[in-house]
């Protein structure tokens, strides 16, 4: 009897492991069909991306016209050519598609033209002593009476310390200059703490707001985003904020951020957008991807500047003329 | 290497500490002092068996996450678990709490990603004697197990959902039958010419189901990650949201246990759990086999 109770249990065990676990899950997944990935990946945007209104696109036409370049057999490569192809039709550089041979880009700086040069900057105007401060290169400009911080990346390298040692040079300047040009973005815990040296009280700089509905206007309410000011160590004087086609994400939320902040001005080109925060998630096929699911809003809770944020004053480089940086010298003509 | 010399030797010491030779199981002791009637019932409840279990094996788990994959993530990770529970033949209660942790992975079509695991449970149950299947010897016992546990899954190739963090709370109904297997008397047997003899052995084999009645989550809301960050005001638990009803959960679990001269007692066990999230649109699923060893200290003896 002992036996056949023993045998009984684990005939049991067996059972209800393998057969309940089946009936709890849903069926395998994996799958490199390209018409599952391509349907896979055209849902996931639809349901969840954000910018679908703002940017007037016709997902369903996107889907119809690549879904034509789709046939059985096709090769990896040229299917992620078509998937790429469709995730570029969102004109979005937090949109991409990541596989093990290649990374789709929209490449939203191409978008206008090139508008800074690091040399120039170094040979005119801030010389090759210019400091080097966590993030931040930086240096006198125009006898002293202005000074110059360069910040190419929101790397999450901002802290008191050394925010505090750049500020405390400037702090008898006439202005500073803040570029942030070419500035592709990073961690927008940098941005708070960068604007928080230039606000005396709590500023609000912008709205923001999440998918939470596959519809394409489905959003959350407009959250209001605030940046307290540090008790102390605050720049006072004007401040102005160097921007072009590739400053992105970080950048972007920085630079709508200073329409909010009176003593500050954005000069140069629009930037390229970003702001919307992106996620990220795998296909069928185990290649990656990720595109916008919140929306940015300006104070009057417009999301147009997803398509750039356009500069307060709109100057372009020259470059007939190496030896001048057009954005910088109205830069400094503005804080004199 | 130390760690390992500690284990083994704690191991030792608890599997041969006392008289080698085996006695009586502490269960049919139990039954017959019970059946004292001069005894208080503070008495009574004194002497039932309380234990404390330290058990460690390995968890062959799988999970699946389709707010952010429709890839399954698997592999083998480790197990560890602490308990007290007292057992009777009329009822048994523990209060646990287990731990997993390890790396889980997924390797399709030349893409292998891997996501790192973490899992922590608490768990309650209770259980009461029926009067069912006596006539073969099986004691059954029916109750509740409370179970809550929480995930974190960290895998890089998800970018900005590459933290993944979820709670489960569920209620499960709980039959357990368990059937005392002991080798009550001492028998010769004889291999080719080798002569030997089975001593007598105290064991105890159970098997046990749950099934959820109540089954909630705590996940990510409809974007998956939230936009906390951008508002400047950073959160754990982000756009996070709270389901009850919506969700399945099935574990069973079959236990070998040998009771020792000492009243402690060793315990072999394979544990199936299985849960999955139903009601949202990105659903999750997640299954553990599990095998470990435990060792049951009996603290009555103390």
Known sequence: MYSITKYLMLFMVTISTVTCEKALFEEEFASTDPFVNFNYLWEECDKKYAYFSVKNIDWDAVKEEYSAKLFKGMTQDSLFNVLGGMLSELRDDHTNLLSDFNISSFGVKYLGQDNFDWRIIVDNYITQDFYRTGPFSHNFLDNGEIGYVRFPAFTGGINGENFDFVLNRYKDTKGLIIDLR???????????????????????????????????????????????????????????????????????FTSLATKAIPNMVLIGDTTGGGLGLPNG?????????????TQALTLDKSPDFENGVPPDIRVLIDWSDLTKDEILERAISELQ | MKQKGFTLLTLLLFLFIGEVKIVQAQSESMRKSNDETTLTRKELRKQIPKFIAIG???????????????LIYSGRVLHISLSRFKLSNKREAELGLSYDFGSLSNN?????????????????????????????????????????????????????????????????GSIKFTKDISRKIAKEKKFL??????????????????????????????????????????????????????????????????????????????????????????????????????????????
Request: without cysteine; proline residues 3%.
């Open chain 2, 193 to 302: 010419f080798i002569k030997y003899k089975l001593k007598e052995k105290s064991r105890d084999l159970a098997f046990r189901i749950n099934l959820g009645l109540i089954n909630s989550s705590y996940r990510n809301g409809y974007a998956y990650i939230g936009q906390s960050a951008i508002l400047n005001e950073p959160k754990f638990f982000d756009d996070y949201e709270y389901n009850i009803f919506e969700g399945l959960r099935f574990s069973s679990r079959l236990d070998y246990t040998r009771n020792l001269s000492n009243k402690n007692a060793v315990q072999l066990s394979y544990i199936w759990d299985a849960y999955a999230t139903r009601g949202d649109s990105d659903k999750f699923e997640i299954a553990h086999h599990i095998i470990k060893l435990t060792l049951l200290f009996n603290t009555n003896n103390l």
């Open chain 1, 281 to 293: 998630g795998q296909l069928p096929n185990g290649w990656e991807y990720r595109f916008s699911i």
């Open chain 1, 182 to 252: 070419e500035n592709g973005g990073g961690a927008v815990t940098d941005v708070f703490s960068l604007l928080s040296r230039f606000i005396s009280s709590e500023t609000l700089v912008y709205f923001s707001r999440i998918k939470n509905g596959p519809g394409h206007e489905d959003f959350s309410e407009p959250f209001p985003v605030t940046v307290a000011a540090p008790s102390d160590k605050i720049y006072k004087n004007k401040v102005a904020v160097l921007t072009d086609r590739g400053t992105y994400s970080a950048g972007s």
């Open chain 2, 56 to 70: 460690f094996g390995t968890n062959n788990a799988q999970f699946r996450d389709f707010a952010t994959s429709p």
């Open chain 2, 108 to 172: 399709y079509n030349s893409t292998f990603s891997s996501s790192d695991f973490k899992r922590v449970e608490l768990y309650y149950s209770k259980l009461y004697k029926l009067k069912l299947f006596e006539a073969i010897g099986v004691n059954t016992k029916l109750g509740f197990l409370l179970v809550g546990n929480g995930n974190i899954r960290i895998n890089n190739a998800l970018q900005n959902n590459a933290f993944g963090i979820e709670t489960f709370a569920n209620l499960l």
